[in-house]
């Protein structure tokens, strides 16, 4: 398997030739030249696999030329009851007749983001032993994927972790996750700033082509291609857990930041998983409801992000939109770089309502936001219906997904997190403090270990250099 940019470049690398990095250097996002497809036939016969096994099937075909044997090594060590709380480790949860969540929160940092970062901790660690190498991962966090990312890097050897974070931005439970880990090789950097600028500075010492290549500086975002690809596993889990026969319609509703996650789904429906419709959720910062509504997509400014109650999705610039987009103009990568780079860069947006890919968006996509006041209303909704305690984020994705249900088609909704992370928000809705698990206890009362930062590029490159 071959990866391209989306910008064009079109030298031929593997997948151990794209892991540890993030941008290409064009600036564009890498994706391989083709999705292998599976039948239905492949399918029903993937229906009986345990989850280690599923992902390797999966996953295979996307990290040649690693051997057969390794692979399957990294997956069985990866996706045990041990750190997925069971040996479903993705676990179907009905709320009732036609909307489940698709549980994969149960990991250590009780957030989606471990089912793809702890695999990619060892695929780091495997790929630097072999080389003999270091890696410096830089980062940017919303309150999940940081968190996912330094538990699955500490300690490892050869890594270091610089994650960016808005400061003041995350709940309480998703800072003390961070800023209380006292491992030598993490490093928290809170940015006087919101997320989208934390993003902005990641992409900007990535396009320092120097400095990456002699700082050895890597990514853990979404922008990196293992993340998302690690991501797919678990939506053909979901479709056939819960689909009695193979090929019956089914829906994901997926709260969506950065557009990793839904981009997930997209991948996998190219794969030939029968995924009938995609429903986009996102909360007050509703840049991408609103393109999936007009053809429009026009990221916000600092000024105009909102700070939430579902904060891991305050984002106004969806990093993995750009490969969406590439996708369903053909893989033009000219006018993919033409609209992501000119367009958005000298106008601040771009318009393709009147572009026929557009009609084929709107068919594989529907979307909607939700705010604060209906995203109490679900969570104490579901509680009073269900007994089940959701999200804030997952609440997000039950509201929108209900504007959406069809006749017939069972909607599967992806849980965000487990409601521990956001125990203010569940006071508010229904006066009842989420249990949290053992391991969490008096988390907020830890000594906590970051640096502030103003929103400057290059005092970043000093910290990283000056600890490395």
């Given at each position: 398997?071959?990866?391209?940019?989306?910008?064009?470049?079109?030298?031929?690398?593997?997948?151990?030739?794209?892991?540890?990095?993030?941008?290409?250097?064009?600036?564009?996002?890498?994706?391989?030249?083709?999705?292998?497809?599976?039948?239905?036939?492949?399918?029903?016969r993937l229906q009986t696999l345990s989850y280690p096994e599923l992902a390797f099937e999966i996953l295979q075909p996307y990290v040649e030329p690693?051997?057969?044997?390794?692979?399957r090594a990294l997956v069985r060590a990866t996706y045990t009851a041990e750190v997925f709380g069971s040996a479903e480790v993705v676990r179907i949860?009905?709320?009732?007749?036609?909307?489940?969540?698709?549980?994969?929160?149960?990991?250590?940092?009780?957030?989606?983001?471990?089912?793809?970062?702890?695999?990619?901790?060892?695929?780091?660690?495997?790929?630097?032993?072999?080389?003999?190498?270091?890696?410096?991962?830089?980062?940017?966090?919303?309150?999940?994927?940081?968190?996912?990312?330094?538990?699955?890097?500490?300690?490892?050897?050869?890594?270091?972790?610089?994650?960016?974070?808005?400061?003041?931005?995350?709940?309480?439970?998703?800072?003390?996750?961070?800023?209380?880990?006292?491992?030598?090789?993490?490093?928290?950097?809170?940015?006087?700033?919101?997320?989208?600028?934390?993003?902005?500075?990641?992409?900007?010492?990535?396009?320092?082509?120097?400095?990456?290549?002699?700082?050895?500086?890597?990514?853990?975002?979404?922008?990196?291609?293992?993340?998302?690809?690690?991501?797919?596993?678990?939506?053909?889990?979901?479709?056939?857990?819960?689909?009695?026969?193979?090929?019956?319609?089914?829906?994901?509703?997926?709260?969506?930041?950065?557009?990793?996650?839904?981009?997930?789904?997209?991948?996998?429906?190219?794969?030939?998983?029968?995924?009938?419709?995609?429903?986009?959720?996102?909360?007050?910062?509703?840049?991408?409801?609103?393109?999936?509504?007009?053809?429009?997509?026009?990221?916000?400014?600092?000024?105009?992000?909102?700070?939430?109650?579902?904060?891991?999705?305050?984002?106004?610039?969806?990093?993995?939109?750009?490969?969406?987009?590439?996708?369903?103009?053909?893989?033009?990568?000219?006018?993919?770089?033409?609209?992501?780079?000119?367009?958005?860069?000298?106008?601040?947006?771009?318009?393709?309502?009147?572009?026929?890919?557009?009609?084929?968006?709107?068919?594989?996509?529907?979307?909607?936001?939700?705010?604060?006041?209906?995203?109490?209303?679900?969570?104490?909704?579901?509680?009073?219906?269900?007994?089940?305690?959701?999200?804030?984020?997952?609440?997000?994705?039950?509201?929108?997904?209900?504007?959406?249900?069809?006749?017939?088609?069972?909607?599967?909704?992806?849980?965000?997190?487990?409601?521990?992370?956001?125990?203010?928000?569940?006071?508010?809705?229904?006066?009842?403090?989420?249990?949290?698990?053992?391991?969490?206890?008096?988390?907020?009362?830890?000594?906590?270990?970051?640096?502030?930062?103003?929103?400057?590029?290059?005092?970043?490159?000093?910290?990283?250099?000056?600890?490395?």
């Amino acid at each position: 398997m071959f990866y391209l940019s989306t910008r064009g470049e079109a030298a031929q690398r593997q997948f151990d030739d794209i892991l540890l990095e993030g941008l290409a250097p064009d600036g564009g996002l890498y994706l391989p030249e083709h999705y292998p497809r599976f039948s239905l036939d492949d399918l029903r016969r993937l229906q009986t696999l345990s989850y280690p096994e599923l992902a390797f099937e999966i996953l295979q075909p996307y990290v040649e030329p690693m051997d057969a044997a390794t692979l399957r090594a990294l997956v069985r060590a990866t996706y045990t009851a041990e750190v997925f709380g069971s040996a479903e480790v993705v676990r179907i949860k009905p709320l009732d007749a036609r909307i489940s969540l698709l549980g994969v929160s149960e990991g250590p940092t009780l957030a989606f983001k471990d089912m793809a970062m702890q695999l990619l901790g060892r695929l780091f660690e495997q790929a630097l032993a072999k080389s003999g190498q270091e890696l410096n991962i830089l980062g940017a966090t919303s309150g999940d994927t940081g968190s996912a990312a330094e538990y699955a890097m500490r300690g490892r050897r050869g890594i270091r972790v610089f994650m960016l974070s808005p400061f003041g931005k995350m709940s309480p439970f998703q800072t003390a996750q961070m800023y209380s880990l006292a491992d030598a090789n993490i490093h928290n950097i809170a940015v006087q700033d919101v997320f989208d600028t934390c993003q902005d500075m990641v992409k900007a010492v990535s396009s320092d082509l120097n400095f990456k290549r002699t700082k050895r500086i890597g990514t853990i975002n979404s922008i990196n291609w293992a993340r998302v690809v690690a991501q797919v596993v678990y939506y053909f889990a979901g479709y056939l857990r819960s689909v009695r026969g193979v090929g019956e319609p089914l829906s994901f509703a997926v709260p969506s930041g950065n557009f990793g996650n839904i981009l997930a789904a997209h991948v996998a429906r190219q794969m030939g998983l029968p995924i009938h419709r995609l429903v986009l959720a996102t909360n007050e910062n509703n840049v991408l409801d609103e393109f999936f509504r007009s053809g429009v997509y026009r990221p916000r400014g600092a000024a105009e992000t909102h700070h939430t109650s579902s904060p891991s999705m305050d984002i106004s610039k969806a990093s993995n939109f750009e490969r969406y987009v590439f996708d369903m103009l053909g893989r033009d990568s000219a006018r993919t770089r033409d609209l992501f780079e000119r367009q958005l860069g000298e106008q601040g947006h771009f318009d393709v309502s009147h572009d026929p890919a557009f009609s084929r968006m709107q068919a594989e996509i529907v979307s909607g936001h939700s705010n604060h006041a209906l995203r109490l209303q679900t969570i104490r909704e579901v509680w009073e219906r269900s007994s089940v305690m959701i999200d804030p984020h997952t609440a997000d994705g039950v509201a929108v997904a209900r504007a959406h249900l069809e006749p017939g088609v069972p909607m599967l909704v992806v849980e965000t997190a487990l409601p521990a992370k956001f125990s203010a928000t569940l006071v508010e809705a229904i006066g009842q403090e989420p249990q949290r698990p053992a391991a969490a206890e008096s988390l907020e009362q830890r000594p906590q270990k970051f640096v502030i930062m103003k929103p400057d590029v290059d005092a970043l490159k000093a910290y990283i250099a000056e600890h490395v």
